[in-house]
Every structure is written in C-alpha cells, then in structure tokens.
C-alpha cells in the first residue's frame, strides 16, 4: 500500500504564489511518474504536472511558464512551485503517483486525499 501527503495549499491573491510539497511513503518497487492534478467545482480532474523518473515533464497549457513542477527521487517526494497565480487556478490540488509495486506487478495510480487552493481576485 502507497499513501501519498500533500501540504502548501491555502489561499492567496491573484499574481500570488504557492509551493506544494507531496511525500510518498509504504512499500513499493519503484515509482514511475509522481504529478498534480487538480479539480474545480464542476468540472473533471485535469493534469497540471507530471514529471518521469528519467526528468520528463508534461505541463498543461494554461499553466506553461507559471508552474514548475520538481522531484527528488531518493526522498519520494515531489512539488509544484505555482508562480503568478489567477482565480482560474482555484481548485483542489491531488498529488498522484504511478507506483511499481513490485517487478512481477503492472504499475498503479495512487492519489493523495487533495489540498484546496484558492486564488482570491
């Protein structure tokens, strides 16, 4: 079993910024992919940032030049820094990680439980 913890959300002002951090720990073989996700009311789950064990990045259009998302893979953990912040960007924020469980296992999602951020105009 993988439980992922995610901390930083809050509320800010628009042009603001926010960091959020997001551990992994419990037994598994590797992790694959560590990324963000997000969800506004009333709309479905969109990928903000994910990012590869070998330091690939896949960033969502409209957050291309603000987000930065980065990883230390001996530690499990992964964050995004959220720079120049607008309302549009309010939404709960879910940590998610693609984990090997073990060689002879196919690879599985795992989500965080969510941290709400706001972005005040």
């Known amino acids: 079993q993988v439980q992922l913890v995610e901390s930083g959300g809050g509320l800010v002002q628009a042009g603001g910024s926010l960091r959020l951090s997001c551990a992994a720990s419990?037994?598994?073989?590797?992790?694959?992919?560590m990324g963000w996700y997000r969800q506004a009311p009333g709309k479905q789950r969109e990928l903000v940032a994910s990012l590869t064990t070998g330091g690939i990045t896949n960033y969502a259009d409209s957050v291309k030049g603000r987000f930065t998302i980065s990883r230390d893979n001996s530690k499990n953990t992964v964050d995004l820094q959220m720079n120049s912040l607008k309302s549009e960007d309010t939404a709960v924020y879910y940590c998610?990680?693609?984990?090997?469980?073990?060689?002879?296992?196919?690879?599985?999602?795992?989500w965080g439980q969510g941290t709400q951020v706001t972005v005040s105009s």
């Open positions: 998610s990680a693609v984990v090997v469980p073990n060689p002879t296992l196919v690879e599985y999602r795992y």
């Open positions: 419990g037994r598994f073989f590797s992790i694959n992919v």
